[in-house]
Protein backbone atom coordinates (compact mmCIF):
# COMPACT_ATOMS: atom_id res chain seq x y z
CA UNK A 1 0.00 0.00 0.00
CA UNK A 2 1.11 3.62 -0.91
CA UNK A 3 2.17 6.06 1.76
CA UNK A 4 0.76 9.18 2.00
CA UNK A 5 4.04 10.70 0.58
CA UNK A 6 4.39 8.83 -2.46
CA UNK A 7 0.45 9.89 -3.32
CA UNK A 8 1.54 13.36 -2.66
CA UNK A 9 4.17 12.71 -5.13
CA UNK A 10 2.16 10.90 -7.61
CA UNK A 11 -0.33 13.90 -7.57
CA UNK A 12 2.31 16.20 -8.05
CA UNK A 13 4.35 14.70 -11.07
CA UNK A 14 0.42 14.24 -12.41
CA UNK A 15 -0.05 17.94 -12.09
CA UNK A 16 4.11 19.04 -13.37
CA UNK A 17 3.22 16.86 -16.44
CA UNK A 18 -0.54 18.57 -17.03
CA UNK A 19 1.10 22.00 -16.73
CA UNK A 20 3.77 21.30 -19.06
CA UNK A 21 1.85 19.69 -22.02
CA UNK A 22 -1.12 21.72 -21.86
CA UNK A 23 0.82 24.83 -23.97
CA UNK A 24 2.10 21.76 -26.60
CA UNK A 25 -1.58 20.87 -27.44
CA UNK A 26 -3.35 24.42 -26.86
CA UNK A 27 -0.55 25.76 -29.55
CA UNK A 28 -1.21 22.90 -31.64
CA UNK A 29 -4.73 23.49 -31.92
CA UNK A 30 -4.26 27.57 -32.24
CA UNK A 31 -1.85 26.82 -34.93
CA UNK A 32 -4.87 24.78 -37.09
CA UNK A 33 -7.21 27.67 -36.20
CA UNK A 34 -5.41 30.19 -38.22
CA UNK A 35 -4.96 27.71 -41.19
CA UNK A 36 -7.86 29.71 -42.81
CA UNK A 37 -6.60 33.88 -42.28
CA UNK A 38 -6.84 35.44 -44.90
CA UNK A 39 -5.92 39.16 -45.18
CA UNK A 40 -7.15 42.35 -47.02
CA UNK A 41 -6.70 46.13 -47.81
CA UNK A 42 -9.76 49.02 -47.92
CA UNK A 43 -9.46 52.46 -48.86
CA UNK A 44 -10.96 54.05 -45.84
CA UNK A 45 -12.56 57.75 -47.17
CA UNK A 46 -13.96 60.35 -44.85
CA UNK A 47 -11.12 60.15 -41.80
CA UNK A 48 -10.33 63.74 -41.17
CA UNK A 49 -8.90 63.47 -38.05
CA UNK A 50 -6.18 61.25 -36.10
CA UNK A 51 -9.05 59.85 -33.45
CA UNK A 52 -10.71 58.45 -36.44
CA UNK A 53 -8.71 55.68 -36.61
CA UNK A 54 -9.90 53.95 -33.83
CA UNK A 55 -13.51 54.24 -34.77
CA UNK A 56 -13.06 52.37 -37.56
CA UNK A 57 -10.89 49.99 -35.75
CA UNK A 58 -13.26 49.34 -33.27
CA UNK A 59 -16.09 48.74 -36.07
CA UNK A 60 -14.18 45.99 -37.85
CA UNK A 61 -13.04 44.07 -34.62
CA UNK A 62 -16.49 43.85 -33.20
CA UNK A 63 -17.50 41.25 -36.67
CA UNK A 64 -16.86 38.06 -35.59
CA UNK A 65 -13.80 36.34 -37.38
CA UNK A 66 -11.79 39.72 -37.50
CA UNK A 67 -8.57 38.88 -35.72
CA UNK A 68 -6.47 42.47 -36.10
CA UNK A 69 -7.25 45.38 -37.81
CA UNK A 70 -4.66 48.22 -38.08
CA UNK A 71 -5.88 51.50 -39.64
CA UNK A 72 -3.78 54.09 -40.53
CA UNK A 73 -4.94 57.95 -40.99
CA UNK A 74 -1.85 58.71 -42.90
CA UNK A 75 -2.17 56.39 -45.71
CA UNK A 76 -6.17 56.18 -45.13
CA UNK A 77 -6.31 52.77 -44.99
CA UNK A 78 -7.65 49.52 -43.04
CA UNK A 79 -5.08 46.26 -43.52
CA UNK A 80 -7.60 43.60 -41.99
CA UNK A 81 -6.25 39.98 -40.77
CA UNK A 82 -9.87 37.87 -40.61
CA UNK A 83 -11.12 34.12 -41.26
CA UNK A 84 -12.91 33.90 -44.17
CA UNK A 85 -15.27 31.31 -42.97
CA UNK A 86 -16.60 33.54 -40.26
CA UNK A 87 -16.80 37.29 -42.13
CA UNK A 88 -17.20 38.64 -45.79
CA UNK A 89 -15.24 41.55 -46.97
CA UNK A 90 -18.53 42.87 -47.63
CA UNK A 91 -19.22 42.77 -43.82
CA UNK A 92 -16.35 44.81 -43.33
CA UNK A 93 -16.87 47.78 -45.29
CA UNK A 94 -20.79 47.96 -44.42
CA UNK A 95 -18.91 47.94 -41.07
CA UNK A 96 -17.20 50.65 -42.05
CA UNK A 97 -19.76 52.81 -43.76
CA UNK A 98 -21.89 51.92 -40.86
CA UNK A 99 -19.27 54.05 -38.39
CA UNK A 100 -19.82 56.83 -40.65
CA UNK A 101 -16.81 56.61 -43.42
CA UNK A 102 -16.72 55.43 -47.02
CA UNK A 103 -15.03 52.30 -47.78
CA UNK A 104 -13.49 50.00 -50.71
CA UNK A 105 -11.36 47.24 -51.36
CA UNK A 106 -7.84 48.00 -52.60
CA UNK A 107 -6.88 45.54 -55.27
CA UNK A 108 -7.33 41.74 -54.51
CA UNK A 109 -7.19 39.62 -51.22
CA UNK A 110 -3.95 38.56 -49.94
CA UNK A 111 -3.26 34.76 -48.49
CA UNK A 112 -1.90 35.03 -45.14
CA UNK A 113 0.14 31.87 -44.39
Known amino acids: MKTTIQIRRTVRLV ?3 AFLLFPMVYTNSAWSAQGNLK ?3 LKVEGMYCAACPATVR ?3 KRLPGVVNAKV ?3 EKKATVLYRED ?3 VAQMIKAIKDSGY ?3 Q ?7 K
Request: hydrophobic letters at 45%; proline letters at 0%; aromatic letters at 8%.
Open 86 to 88: KVT
Open 15 to 17: FIL
Open 58 to 60: LAL
Open 102 to 104: GAS
Open 106 to 112: ISGINEK
Open 39 to 41: QVT
Open 72 to 74: SYK
